[in-house]
């Protein structure tokens, strides 16, 4: 492999692995904060006890997701060189603001947080962790306000073979931040939802415990479950019809769908030649893609054949076709994974409200494995979002392979995707760990007093 592939290997691995743990963080968060509130508004001890041993599992994933996200920012500087010199100018400017104002909100106010229970009235305890829920969100908003350049350029200039920012307004009411940012609010909150379910009817399924504790954490994942995993979906449906406009040859990709339709068909299930571009085995819903894409049986979706002509006339020779099967399976993933996320959490109401989730043992053994769907749908719709774009890594004005760095060898970046592949690999089974221990302890045991909630905390972390 050359350096380009390796480089883009190392990215890749390390991203997937990073974004493991900013989804948890930042829905996470939110349903510590509505469990503290709860507990100021009606002083109820076991909502403290819920606050204290989600919260120490908020803090262990937290700590990981630091600690993988440093990574990402050396290789802008070392293996993405050309490309950081290209965008430097734009893409500096919101990760600079996320490090100096959103991280620093976040990080201070989870600190105060983990030491101020005896120290802080609980008014003022609880608005800290408030401001790290905030804190957080706006860290994710930054990063994808970055991203977003990525995918649709806006408010710049190029000058002397660099992008310069011309609009910084123009950057942060960029069209795909305002599909995407959501779309990644509400993957957060349904990831958390389904960690707190299933860990929940893991302890219910075990009769171990305070039963009641367990009992109520899951009627409040419940219940994010169940808004969320809609509104994942309905936001979701508003960025792929944006796509359509501003990327319709990731459409065309992800629906391997080669030719220009007017209906447009959708695919249930495609086998595709992707070195002739043609179909080997399709099973497609007519005019169904033309629905979805623009509300109306007469929209065209674009087809491959079609717009790779069409970017040889504007950008020059080249491929601007990105893998297909990657794309287009990993679409499937990414939907197949929130479909089923829908049926379980209003399967999981439906029993609540019947009063039968315990008896219905068969589904309590389902519910912990039902964590993964969401690390399933997450993983799979940033591969789809980036592999997508390719051979673009600046959507219409610098390809990939002319942003990786022409100093550092094949040899260099072969011997760093080793050393932090094995790295996360280590770093992965100390998470599963830790989560694993303090997920299955006896919530009886968690800290009520204010002081050693401190120490159990501060120690998690």
């Excluded at 120290?119 to 003022?124: D, E, F, G, M, Q």
Aim: hydrophobic share 50%; net charge neutral.
């Amino acid at each position: 492999m050359d350096a380009l592939t390796l480089a883009r290997w190392q990215f890749g691995i390390t991203t997937v692995y990073h974004f493991f743990f900013v989804p948890l963080t930042l829905g996470l968060s939110l349903l510590v904060a509505i469990m503290e509130t709860a507990y100021v508004r009606t002083g109820n001890e076991q909502y403290k006890r819920m606050t204290q041993f989600w919260g120490r599992l908020f803090l262990i994933n937290f700590a990981m997701g630091v600690v993988t996200g440093i990574v990402q920012e050396f290789q802008f500087g070392m293996n993405w060189s050309s490309y950081s010199r290209f965008v430097g100018d734009i893409f500096g400017a919101p990760l600079a603001i996320e490090a100096l104002m959103a991280f620093f909100i976040e990080s201070t106010f989870l600190g105060i947080w983990i030491f101020g229970w005896d120290k802080l009235s609980k008014r003022v305890h609880l608005l800290t962790i408030w401001l790290v829920v905030i804190g957080s969100n706006i860290s994710a908003l930054w990063i994808l306000i970055a991203n977003s350049f990525m995918q649709e350029p806006v408010g710049y200039t190029v000058r002397n073979g660099r992008a310069e920012m011309t609009n910084f307004f123009a950057l942060l009411t960029n069209p795909n931040v305002w599909v995407q940012f959501p779309h990644v609010l509400m993957g957060g909150i349904v990831t958390a939802a389904f960690f707190v379910i299933g860990i929940c009817a893991y302890h219910l399924l075990r009769k171990n415990g305070d039963q009641e504790f367990f009992r109520r954490s899951l009627y409040i994942g419940m219940i994010a479950a169940v808004i969320s995993s809609f509104l994942v979906a309905i936001v979701g449906h508003a960025q792929a019809q944006h796509m359509v406009q501003q990327q319709p040859m990731k459409m065309g990709a992800a629906e391997a769908l080669w030719d220009s339709e007017q209906p447009a068909s959708f695919s249930i299930f495609t086998v595709g030649n992707e070195k002739d571009r043609k179909d080997v085995f399709a099973i497609r819903i007519p005019d169904v893609l033309s629905i979805l894409s623009f509300n109306s049986i007469d929209g065209q979706v674009q087809g491959i054949n079609q717009l790779q002509a069409q970017y040889v006339k504007q950008y020059g020779p080249g491929d601007y076709v990105p893998p297909v099967w990657v794309t287009y399976w990993s679409f499937r993933l990414m939907v197949g994974a929130g479909v089923l996320m829908i049926l379980l959490s209003l399967i999981t109401l439906v029993l609540v409200l019947r009063r039968g989730l315990e008896k219905a043992r068969w589904f309590l053994w389902i519910l912990p494995f039902a964590i993964a769907l969401p690390y399933l749908a997450n993983t799979a719709g940033w591969v789809m979002t980036e592999i997508g774009r390719q051979p673009w890594i600046v959507f219409g004005l610098l390809t990939t392979a002319k942003g990786v760095s022409p100093t550092v060898g094949a040899a260099s970046v072969l011997i760093s995707l080793i050393v932090f592949t094995l790295t996360y690999g280590v770093l992965m089974v100390a998470d599963v760990f830790l989560l694993l221990k303090y997920a299955q302890g006896d919530a009886k045991s968690e800290p009520e007093t204010g002081s050693e909630g401190d120490i159990s905390l501060a120690g998690a972390y």
